[in-house]
């Protein structure tokens, strides 16, 4: 059973920084392509930051674009998401989601998801 577990969450200040840890229990972790996504409180589940299996293709939500940076190191089987920058409608669940085995149909074979992790920015 893979398990993908998140931490770093908490307070963070409006203009601060908040760093995100996802931590894969899988040692093909370096063949999935990994993704943050949210959900605030009244709002629908959105990708934040996704990551290719290699870390060289990465896209952002247009809404966090240009102060969150999403990274991954293989060799520890973690995907990071680092929060600057930050703004009180960055509070959310933060979900950490892997994916692998992309099929011909465009779905993936196996899609893991954390449990997610509570990221609230204020003053």
């Known amino acids: 059973q893979v398990q993908l577990v998140e931490s770093g969450g908490g307070l963070g200040q409006p203009g601060g920084s908040l760093r995100l840890s996802c931590a894969a229990s899988?040692?093909?972790?370096?063949?999935?392509?990994m993704s943050w996504y949210r959900q605030a409180p009244g709002k629908g589940r959105e990708l934040v930051a996704r990551?290719?299996?290699?870390?060289?293709?990465?896209n952002y939500a247009d809404s966090v674009k240009g102060r969150f940076t999403i990274s991954r190191d293989n060799a520890k089987n973690t995907v990071y998401l680092q929060m600057n920058s930050l703004k009180p409608e960055d509070t959310a669940v933060y979900y950490c989601?892997?994916?692998?085995?992309?099929?011909?149909?465009?779905?993936?074979?196996?899609?893991?998801w954390g449990q997610g992790i509570q990221a609230t920015v204020s003053s």
């Open positions: 899988v040692f093909i972790f370096s063949s999935y392509v």
């Open positions: 990551i290719s299996s290699t870390g060289r293709d990465i």
């Open positions: 989601n892997a994916k692998g085995k992309l099929l011909r149909s465009g779905a993936y074979e196996y899609d893991f």
